[in-house]
């Protein structure tokens, strides 16, 4: 009996066992396949695309909400800080949430170009999804004025790239003109869809923490992404997902500083180049977020801000470009004047991956030393001599 046992599970069995494993791959579970299916559709009823058919994703969003270990130091016992990453979206910034929603919108529509003005990551962003959507993509630039990473990532992605002499703020108004008297979609953030998706980070903080925090810090340039943090916000609440929403803070580049200083900027000046902007396209809205939120819209300098993006970096992990660390150098400077308390959470937003703009980072980091390849000589410059 026992002899037969055996020999069945023998000859038996392990046929099935090796046919098992091979045919799982091609198989995973529905769940599995799919996983996070971008912000449109992880968000479909808070959004306004109704052809399923029409929506254009990378699978954006569902980025990560990382826990302060240093920064936090500088503030109070009982201070929360959260860094919303933005920079591991598909380009690489927060432009996607908006564009996803832009692309679609602009497919149902049955466009077949865009146009944009951009400081750079409107631009990447554009050209992959359009890319993906099969429309032209036509990107206008400030030249010599945006960083190496984003100009690489319009001409892999196929946009027309076209470097005008003049700043952004210029570049916007040929943008506007041109989609005037021609076919093409204005993605900027004036195009009122981009901001409907990117009001989907405020919704993954809330559903992340599982309430909204008492304050939320991010930059400043057209100002459309402070307005849209705080539409979700205000969406979540009216929804009964979150019982407050947070004050807004939001930080200019002290070169760059129209909101601040009440007027235009003629020639903008910042080492945060995505948010070197000196007649913000959403300037009115952007203080009524201000006020309505309680908050404050200030300046940072480029020493600041270079010092966040520093410490970001080699303290916390978090390599963002040095527009996104505005929102901690303001945190910073607001916390030397004691504005924040025990209790208090801030959600700082790091809007765009560090690898953008590797001409800030080369300028602030030290160049690794070039020595002999010898044994000796490595340990004496690992300081073991
Ligand atoms: C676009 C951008 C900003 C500015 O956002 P606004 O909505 O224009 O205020 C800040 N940081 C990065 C990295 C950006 O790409």
């Keep these: 009996?026992?002899?037969?046992?055996?020999?069945?599970?023998?000859?038996?069995?392990?046929?099935?066992?090796?046919?098992?494993?091979?045919?799982?791959?091609?198989?995973?579970?529905?769940?599995?396949?799919?996983?996070w299916k971008g912000v449109i559709l992880e968000y479909w009823d808070y959004l306004p695309i109704r052809d399923r058919s029409a929506v254009v994703t990378l699978h954006e969003g569902h980025t990560p909400l990382i826990r302060s270990v240093d920064i936090v130091r500088q503030f109070p016992e009982g201070v929360e800080i959260y860094?919303?990453?933005?920079?591991?979206?598909?380009t690489g910034s927060f432009k996607d949430r908006g564009m996803t929603v832009a692309i679609s919108r602009a497919k149902e529509e049955g466009a077949k170009a865009v146009i944009c003005a951009s400081t750079g990551n409107t631009s990447a962003a554009a050209a992959a999804?359009?890319?993906?959507?099969?429309?032209?993509?036509?990107?206008l630039i400030p030249e010599g004025n945006v960083a190496l990473g984003k100009l690489c990532q319009a001409m892999m992605h196929g946009a027309k790239v076209l470097q005008i002499r003049g700043t952004f703020d210029r570049a916007l108004e040929l943008v506007r003109q041109i989609a005037k008297?021609?076919?093409?979609?204005?993605?900027?953030?004036?195009?009122?869809?981009?901001?409907?998706?990117?009001k989907t980070a405020a919704f993954e903080i809330v559903d992340t923490l599982g309430r909204a925090p008492t304050y939320h810090a991010l930059p400043v340039g057209n100002a459309g992404n402070i307005v849209a943090y705080y539409r979700g916000y205000r969406q979540y609440l009216k929804l009964g997902k979150a019982r407050s929403a947070p004050v807004m803070l939001g930080?200019?580049?002290?070169?760059?500083?129209?909101?601040?200083?009440?007027?235009?900027?003629?020639?903008?000046?910042?080492?945060?180049?995505?948010?070197?902007?000196?007649?913000?396209?959403?300037?009115?809205?952007?203080l009524k977020t201000r006020d309505e939120s309680r908050g404050l819209i200030d300046a940072v300098t480029d020493t600041e801000i270079l010092a966040a993006y520093r410490l970001l970096a080699e303290r916390e992990g978090v390599f963002c470009e040095p527009a996104s660390a505005a929102s901690v150098a303001g945190i910073l400077k607001l916390a030397a004047r004691r504005m924040f308390?025990?209790?208090?959470?801030?959600?700082?937003?790091?809007?765009?991956?560090?690898?953008?703009?590797?001409?800030?980072?080369?300028?602030?980091?030290?160049?690794?030393?070039?020595i002999p390849a010898d044994l000796r000589e490595v340990a004496a410059h690992m300081g073991f001599a």
Aim: proline share 9%; charged share 20%.
């Design 1 to 35: 009996m026992a002899l037969r046992a055996v020999s069945r599970k023998k000859t038996v069995r392990p046929r099935r066992r090796i046919s098992r494993p091979a045919s799982r791959p091609s198989k995973p579970a529905a769940s599995a396949r799919s996983g």
């Design 83 to 90: 860094f919303k990453f933005e920079g591991t979206n598909p």
């Design 129 to 139: 999804y359009a890319g993906r959507a099969g429309m032209c993509a036509y990107v």
């Design 181 to 198: 008297e021609h076919p093409v979609t204005i993605v900027n953030s004036i195009n009122p869809y981009r901001l409907e998706g990117q």
């Design 251 to 286: 930080f200019q580049a002290e070169g760059a500083a129209p909101i601040v200083r009440g007027h235009p900027v003629e020639n903008p000046q910042s080492v945060a180049s995505a948010i070197r902007i000196g007649n913000p396209a959403n300037w009115q809205e952007a």
């Design 341 to 370: 308390k025990r209790g208090d959470s801030i959600v700082c937003t790091l809007t765009g991956c560090g690898l953008k703009d590797p001409d800030s980072a080369l300028s602030q980091a030290s160049r690794p030393a070039v």
